[in-house]
């Protein structure tokens, strides 16, 4: 049993024999090659709108270059303060943007409330050289804490960067779990809400090694295609990584995979949840669940060879995928049920 990531996943046979696929011709380099240019139009198609994508080797390499795109230097970007692009990613977005500034705010289940947005913008000094300047915020959908931001308070972040004149980029590392829950279009949740740019993931849910960076902002897309050629993210045989992103979104292969992955996630908040002492800490909106358990649970859980997450106070957090069964998601609920006095 292994609930510790979504990274340590096997990858869809579908993205396997979309590269095996890829693999009879030689084909341009760089991204001129045809798959390449048939995930701009699949893209377009499926956001409803001109998109350009730009497939990248991990989730960080696409927050921190499409935030680099987004401010200046002296710019501040401000995001939750539990954001992976925060916690979680060695400094790399203040690294490429040239130190611009990230701002941690709080906010309940992980989520940026649009209200604390707008007192941080009314607080920023514009005009003051001491000060760093507003360019940016980010959000993560769904959240480091596995909740999913609704289409509104999507929206009133969108309204509030537009009205401040700041861009808009969203860490969709777990786009399709989100977008599964909500049960909307990608456009709904993305650049109808006013997101400039999207990290579009891939890996967690199926990919091999790809993962995306969505432009919606056509004065972006200049800028991040030199970015990610210093960055060495400009893969020559780009047609490799292209050829996943079209096997995860035709047919819905992404949304399919998601769905799987957040079913066995709510079946095993809904059961544990039912146990005496149990207690979700956070709402299960996708494919992780963080829970409070009584020690002797823990330990079983432990003992039996499962992979989880600690958290302080008596906290796990459990991580669902695609390529899990129903039966381990039992095993672990009876593991847990029998550890119960
Ligand atoms: C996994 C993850 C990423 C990307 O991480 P990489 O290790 O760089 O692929 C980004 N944001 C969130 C919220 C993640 O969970």
Redesign the pocket.
């Known amino acids: 049993m292994n609930f510790r ?3 340590v996943g096997t990858a869809s046979p579908e993205i396997l024999r979309a590269v095996e696929a890829a693999n009879r011709d030689p084909a341009a380099s760089y991204g001129d090659d045809d798959y390449s240019a048939a995930v701009n139009d699949a893209f377009s198609a499926l956001f409803e709108a001109p998109v350009t994508v730009f497939p990248v ?7 921190a270059l499409s935030l680099a795109c987004c401010a200046r230097p002296w710019g501040a970007i401000y995001c939750h303060q539990e ?3 925060h916690t ?2 060695g400094g ?1 977005t203040e690294f490429y943007s040239g130190g611009a500034k990230l701002v941690a705010l709080p906010g309940e289940n992980y989520k940026l409330p649009a209200a604390t947005l707008r007192d941080a913008l009314a607080a920023a000094e514009r005009g003051i050289r001491n000060r760093s300047q507003p360019d940016a915020v980010t959000i ?1 959908q ?3 804490y596995g909740t999913v931001y609704r289409r509104e308070e999507i929206a009133a972040i969108g309204a509030l960067a537009r009205e401040a004149g700041i861009r808009f980029h969203m ?1 969709g ?2 786009f399709a779990n989100a977008l599964a829950t909500l049960g909307c279009s990608p456009a709904e949740m993305t650049w109808r809400a006013g997101v400039d740019i999207l ?1 579009f ?1 891939v ?2 849910n199926g990919g091999m090694n790809a ?1 995306a960076i969505v432009v919606f902002d056509a004065d972006l897309v200049e800028p991040l295609s030199y970015r990610l050629r210093r960055a060495g993210q400009t893969w020559s045989k780009m047609r490799f990584a292209s050829a996943q992103l079209l096997a995860y979104v035709q047919d819905d292969l992404y949304l399919r995979l998601a769905r799987h992955s957040n079913a066995i996630a709510a079946r095993i908040g809904q059961e544990l949840a039912a146990l005496p002492g149990v207690e979700l800490a956070a709402p299960v909106d996708g494919n992780m669940l963080f829970l409070r358990l009584p020690d002797p649970a823990i330990q079983a859980i432990a003992a039996a060879g499962a992979r989880f997450g600690r958290r302080r106070g008596g906290v796990i957090r459990l991580v669902t995928r695609f390529d899990m069964d129903e039966a381990e998601a039992a095993t672990l609920v009876d593991i847990v049920r029998r550890a119960l006095p």
């Open positions: 990531s979504d990274n080797a991990t989730g960080t390499a696409a927050n954001a992976h692009v979680s990613e790399a993560t769904a959240s480091e860490d590392a777990r990290s993931g890996t967690k993962d």
